[in-house]
């Protein structure tokens, strides 16, 4: 059974920095393209970050370039996202995302960033 589990959200100021977990089980983590969704209510899922299997590329919305760094260590399946200068429009749900021959998402972690 495959599970994404992601951890690391919680409230923030703005300006402030929290970094996002998501550990992988029941799959072949390195095998797999690792992205970062986010949903804020009312609107729909949008891309944040994407890193390859190997770790060895990048992209990023153009609204978290500069701010937002994904990284992955295979050896613990696990994929981060440290997101710096958060401002009130990154409040969001953060869902992980798997994606290979097969697609999985995580349950999603609140981020408030609010003063």
């Known amino acids: 059974q495959v599970q994404l589990v992601e951890s690391g959200g919680g409230l923030v100021q703005p300006g402030g920095s929290l970094r996002l977990s998501c550990a992988a089980s029941?799959?072949?983590?390195?095998?797999?393209?690792m992205s970062w969704y986010r949903q804020a209510p009312g609107k729909e899922r949008e891309l944040v970050a994407t890193i390859t299997s190997s770790g060895d590329s990048t992209n990023y919305a153009d609204s978290v370039k500069g701010r937002f760094t994904i990284s992955r260590d295979n050896a613990k399946s696990t994929v981060y996202l440290q997101m710096h200068s958060l401002k009130p429009e990154d409040t969001s749900v953060y869902y992980c995302?798997?994606?290979?021959?097969?697609?999985?998402w995580g349950q999603g972690t609140q981020v408030t960033v609010s003063s």
């Open positions: 995302y798997a994606r290979s021959l097969r697609s999985y």
């Open positions: 029941g799959l072949t983590f390195s095998r797999y393209a």
